[in-house]
Nanobody
């Protein structure tokens, strides 16, 4: 079991930026492939970004590509989501997720929520127009 704790959400104006963080204390953070997902009111959860265990491979949804950047600091056991050029359509609860430890290879990642084992409580991001 791993406890994921997101932070960094809040209210921002359109065009602004936020950085979300997700910490995972415990076993070596490099054991986990990580992902970010979001869920807006009345909508299904959707994939946002993913990163491999070594941070070399990344993937983004088309809706955030070019605006969001996922990164990780394995020494600090934290994954980040840097969000730029935010717009009201980005308003959602953002969740970080972790794969089963050591299940993925160094370069593998997943864009499918059902392939992630552990989830954080979520952090609200609200973008005003």
């Amino acid at each position: 079991q791993v406890q994921l704790a997101e932070s960094g959400g809040g209210l921002v104006q359109a065009g602004g930026s936020l950085r979300l963080s997700c910490a995972a204390p415990g076993r070596p953070f490099s054991d986990y492939a990580m992902g970010w997902f979001r869920q807006a009111p009345g909508k299904e959860r959707e994939f946002v970004a993913a990163i491999s265990r070594n941070g070399v491979s990344t993937s983004y949804s088309n809706s955030v590509k070019g605006r969001f950047t996922i990164s990780r600091d394995n020494a600090k056991k934290t994954v980040f989501l840097h969000m730029n050029s935010l717009n009201p359509e980005d308003t959602a609860v953002y969740y970080c997720a972790a794969d089963l430890p050591l299940r993925s290879s160094w370069l593998a990642l997943s864009t499918k929520g059902y392939e992630y084992e552990f989830w954080g409580q979520g952090t609200q991001v609200t973008v005003s127009s």
